[in-house]
């Protein structure tokens, strides 16, 4: 259900707006949980975190199991900045909830991925494998915190990049700071004849750049030659 609501979402979802993300949420230290608490009350753990979840949705909101220990919300929030809020707000209030589990009371900490959802290029494998980066970038920092990927934004980022680097490759060809190197290639079995290997070098302030930095960049600009 959720899978199918997403496909759905991602073909139809506005590249402009980006009015719909989806929030992967899972529990830090899982595991350690588990070994601690048992199964069932690990089972018990997730489903009070989905009911958790569940108090904030809104109405056109969806929310489902992603996997083992992986709830998720497809969220109509909008901005990036309601959705940030909507992430934190879930955040907080798990880090201030004392879980009640039987006998025993647990505090719990969640790190949340998030994909905000464009149309540009976008279907439910690609949200969901965002979501996922995301949520292990969270995870990787240190869990109780929110990481945001907008594909928008990177695509403006690498595009300023790429930008950056066609101007970078002008200014090289004009200051005449491309350089050839050669070194001997030996041969191991004593072919005749001398062989050296050309490489091209740009030169900068921080050194010297090899060419899988700018040369993309020059292939993308027209700026090789034919």
Do not use: H, M, P, Y
């Given at each position: 259900h959720c899978i199918a609501a997403l496909e759905?979402?991602?073909t139809n979802s506005n590249?402009?707006?980006g009015d719909h993300a989806l929030l992967l949420i899972e529990s830090d230290n899982f595991k350690q949980l588990t070994d601690t608490l048992g199964l069932d009350a690990a089972d018990l753990l997730l489903s009070e975190l989905a009911q958790l979840i569940q108090r904030h949705l809104g109405a056109d909101d969806i929310a489902g199991r992603f996997g083992n220990q992986t709830l998720g919300m497809i969220s109509s929030a909008g901005s990036l900045d309601k959705v940030n809020e909507l992430s934190e707000t879930l955040r907080?209030?798990?880090e201030e909830r004392i879980f009640e589990l039987g006998a025993k009371s647990v505090s719990l900490t969640i790190s949340v991925g998030v994909s905000l959802i464009t149309s540009?290029?976008?279907n439910a494998t690609n949200v969901l494998a965002r979501a996922n980066e995301a949520l292990r970038i969270a995870q990787t920092e240190g869990g109780n915190r929110v990481h945001?990927?907008?594909p928008a934004a990177q695509e403006k980022a690498d595009a300023a990049e790429s930008l950056?680097?066609?101007d970078r490759i002008k200014s090289a060809l004009s200051n005449n700071d491309f350089q050839l190197h050669y070194q001997?290639?030996?041969s191991l079995?004593?072919?005749p004849g001398e062989y050296r290997e050309m490489l091209l070098r740009m030169r900068s302030a921080e050194g010297e750049i090899k060419p899988a930095e700018f040369m993309p960049a020059a292939q993308r600009h027209g700026l090789l030659p034919t």
């Open positions: 759905r979402i991602s590249a402009e707006r907080k209030g798990c540009k290029g976008t945001v990927i907008d950056q680097w066609r001997s290639v030996v079995q004593d072919a």
